[in-house]
């Protein structure tokens, strides 16, 4: 059974910053690549950043030069991905969810984690 587990969520005001935590029981010879998407209310889940084994990395748009996701790495025997979010803004307000790419299909998702940025 895999899990998968985030955390790091929370309050902040405009322009202050979070840090998002992930973390996989899934071995690193099986995973492809580490991620978070987010969804606002009334809005379709998008992709906020993703990194693949290798350190190759995607960032959408509207969070570039803002957030930044880490290297895949080991911590207690688990596979941790973190998302350092700076000069949050109030358009960044989301559920923010992990997802694990599995070598030859599938993924996992996270229960998600509720960032909210307002004054």
């Known amino acids: 059974q895999v899990h998968l587990m985030e955390s790091g969520g929370g309050l902040v005001q405009p322009g202050g910053s979070l840090r998002l935590s992930c973390a996989t029981s899934?071995?690193?010879?099986?995973?492809?690549?580490m991620g978070w998407y987010r969804q606002a209310p009334g809005k379709q889940r998008e992709l906020v950043a993703r990194?693949?084994?290798?350190?190759?990395?995607?960032?959408?748009d509207s969070v570039k030069g803002r957030f930044t996701i880490s290297t895949i790495s080991r911590d207690s025997a688990k596979n941790t991905v973190a998302l350092q979010m700076n000069n949050l803004k109030p358009e960044d307000t989301a559920v923010y969810y992990c997802?694990?790419?599995?070598?030859?299909?599938?993924?996992?998702w996270g229960q998600g984690t509720q960032v909210t940025v307002s004054s």
């Open positions: 990194i693949t084994v290798g350190g190759t990395t995607n960032y959408a």
């Open positions: 997802n694990v790419r599995v070598l030859f299909g599938g993924e996992d």
């Open positions: 899934r071995s690193i010879f099986s995973i492809s690549s």
